[in-house]
């Protein structure tokens, strides 16, 4: 079987600042650590921090001693502040790109803009970047966006998008309110690494028979990787490897392999390293 | 033969304002009157005005004496000014969505961001809404514009639209944007009587055998309204009912008749009593 990798894939540098966080932490080992919510989404690697006593907290509140990292995915900077003057000790492990959203939310608010992220609603990425101004923001599902329903009812407004949001539905929605706003401010929201996985991810669905997206179930990036890749070709999510049902691999001449902003570099070798075998 | 007539056809209010400028002034009969350019672009009208004394001038250099009207599609105000400070007496009566789009340029240009506008590179209305601020805006002829050569090298732009564009045009052309830039402030400046007029056209052609756009040759909002009704029937663009070629009568039940925005009542009214006849 011929195996070919996307050009990017793995670790973005969002997650890979995070770790980092923790690993400096467990290396200094002065003070217990907790990760507040799980770093990234991806369990093997938690569990690998779990071994070296990194504990996952559900929230916040949970922390009553030693150090507390906010995941990548981050948390609403007032939460973080809170609990700072309540005498926590946080360490903001926030993705910038995440961060920047609220910078942006924060200037279009000065400009009395009505302000539309399009993307999950619960998504925890979500959550940390407008819960402190969900007054002035309105957060659009993607997935059940209609156009005929759509009346924005402003005449400015500004559209940013989540970082992990496939750019092509991002430019459709936009699309609506170019037709029915006078002013739009769009800013393109999109993670770069985000982007850049999807577009060479569907660059090798496009000639393979397979295409196998490695990543958390819960990430939301891998989970645009699936919906980019079954486009074109017989796709699979899966975490490790050995989820795989070998039937899959019959006949298969080709196999593309992509991997989540979340997913180790030793999970994409495992997966090499079975994959010759066929 | 059944005749469908679109819901909106005809004078917008830019015109009408315009025309309204001309024909006080013809009332008062104070001084010469002279319009600076052909004041709409109908040859109709422009010829029932020279039948009342209103010469057409080329340029504003040419006006010597009397009183200048500057006409619909607008001037730059920097030559506007320069010939009132040489003694000049000029009415502007430029639309005011030709006005807006300066407007807006000049406030983009203070927000520093690299400004294009779509549409007709040496269109009267483009000259001069664009003429005073060549330095800042680059204008993007819809026509030739090729998304995989287009580089824009910038992080933030504005992306404004010549008033007679169709707008499924800006909206394709502005993707390109959202997926090159970071921060694009989208300014929908297609006039909405010309929008309103393409889509009621559009709704017409989908229902007729033939679509008869009536307007002047040099009239581009006309020229869109053509390109909308072709896309979905026999269509033909024509300044008076009598250039139509009675052979493309020929079996047709439904007949959709619309007028671009310089096209007076009079000329739809003689087109419906022509067909009626069929």
């Not at 894939?9 to 919510?37: H, P, Q, R, W």
């Amino acid at each position: 079987m011929e195996i070919i990798l996307t050009k990017e894939m793995g670790f973005c540098n969002g997650v890979k600042m995070a770790l980092k966080t923790l690993d400096k932490l467990i290396e200094n080992k002065s003070e217990k650590i907790y990760s507040i919510g799980e770093i990234i989404h991806n369990p093997d690697v938690i569990k690998e921090y779990e071994r070296k006593g990194v504990k996952v907290l559900k929230n916040i509140e949970e922390l009553n001693e030693g150090i507390g990292v906010v995941r990548a995915h981050g948390l609403p900077l007032s939460i973080i502040e809170d609990a700072r003057k309540k005498g926590k000790n946080i360490i903001d492990a926030t993705c910038p790109f995440v961060r920047n959203i609220s910078k942006i939310i924060e200037k279009e608010i000065k400009e009395n803009s009505k302000i539309f992220l399009i993307g999950e609603k619960d998504h925890p990425e979500v959550v940390a970047s407008t819960y402190d101004y969900k007054k002035y923001v309105e957060v659009i599902d993607y997935e059940n966006f209609s156009s005929n329903n759509f009346k924005p009812k402003c005449k400015k407004c500004a559209v940013l998008a989540q970082t992990t949001l496939e750019e092509s539905k991002f430019i459709k929605i936009t699309a609506c309110f170019i037709e029915k706003c006078s002013e739009i401010h769009i800013y393109n929201t999109i993670c770069p690494a985000a982007k850049n996985r999807q577009k060479y991810a569907e660059e090798v669905a496009k000639k393979v028979d397979l295409m196998i997206i490695l990543g958390g179930k819960k990430s939301s990036n891998t989970k645009r990787l699936f919906e980019v890749c079954k486009k074109f070709t017989k796709a699979i999510h899966i975490e490790r490897i050995n989820e795989i049902n070998p039937d899959l691999l019959k006949g298969v001449k080709k196999a593309g392999i992509t991997a989540g902003t979340s997913t180790p570099e030793w999970i994409i070798e495992e997966a090499i390293n079975f994959l010759e075998k066929y």
